[in-house]
C-alpha cells in the first residue's frame, strides 16, 4: 500500500512558487543583479513546467493502480479534479472581473470569448484570451486539458516500458516538428 502523502514532492512546491512569484514580481530589479541571480530569477517560468510534471506524476501516483490502469472510473477523476480546482478559480474570476471590464478598453467581441473561454478553461487555446481576466488562468487552463487526456494517456501508454519510451518519443518528434520546419524552410 502506497503512503497517503508524499513530504519531499509538497516541500517541493515551495521552491517552485517561490521561483514563479520572483519571475513575475523581481525580473526587473534582477536584471541589474550579479548574473547566477538575475539567470536563476529570469528563468522562473521553468517553474511552471515543473509543476506540471509533479502534478503528473502526483496523478500517477494517486489515481493508477499497479497494473497501470486508472482507480474509479474516468468520471470520478474529473468530478475529483474539477472539485479541487473550479471553485477557486471561478471565485478568482468573480473578484477580478470588474477591474477587467473597468482597466482598459475592451470591445464586446473580445469580451464575450475573454469571458467564455475563461469559465470554460479553455483560453490558453485562444491566444487572445489566453491572459485576459486573470492572466494566472492560463496555467489552469493548460492543466484542465492535461486532466481530460491524463485517462486516455493511460490507455495509450500501458504499462510496457516500450510502448512509453515509444509515446515519449512521437511527442519529442512532434513537438520539434515547427522548429525543424523553420529551419528547413
Given amino acids: 500500500m502506497r503512503p497517503r502523502t508524499l513530504p519531499a514532492l509538497t516541500g517541493l512546491r515551495f521552491p517552485l512558487a517561490l521561483a514563479v512569484l520572483l519571475f513575475h514580481y523581481a525580473s526587473e530589479p534582477a536584471n541589474t543583479a550579479y548574473f547566477p541571480i538575475a539567470g536563476i530569477i529570469g528563468s522562473g517560468f521553468a517553474a511552471v513546467t515543473a509543476f506540471f510534471v509533479l502534478s ?4 500517477s501516483y ?21 472539485a479541487r480546482v473550479y471553485p477557486i478559480y471561478l ?4 473578484l477580478i472581473y470588474q477591474a477587467y ?3 482598459e478598453e475592451h470591445g464586446l467581441w473580445s469580451i464575450v470569448i475573454s469571458t467564455v473561454s475563461s469559465l470554460t478553461l479553455t483560453q490558453a487555446w485562444i491566444p487572445s484570451a489566453a491572459l485576459s481576466i486573470n492572466s494566472a488562468g492560463w496555467s489552469l487552463s493548460v492543466e484542465a486539458f492535461l486532466y481530460l487526456c491524463f485517462p486516455s494517456l493511460l490507455f495509450l501508454v500501458g ?7 515509444t509515446l515519449l518519443g512521437l511527442c519529442c518528434g512532434v513537438s520539434l516538428a515547427p522548429a525543424l520546419l523553420f529551419v528547413i524552410a
Fill in 159 to 165: 504499462t510496457g516500458t516500450k510502448r512509453l519510451i
Fill in 56 to 59: 503528473g506524476y502526483i496523478l
Fill in 101 to 103: 471590464l473597468t482597466t
Fill in 91 to 94: 471565485l478568482s474570476l468573480v
Fill in 62 to 82: 494517486t489515481y493508477v493502480d499497479d497494473s497501470g490502469t486508472l482507480r474509479g472510473s474516468r468520471w470520478a477523476f474529473w468530478s475529483a479534479r474539477f
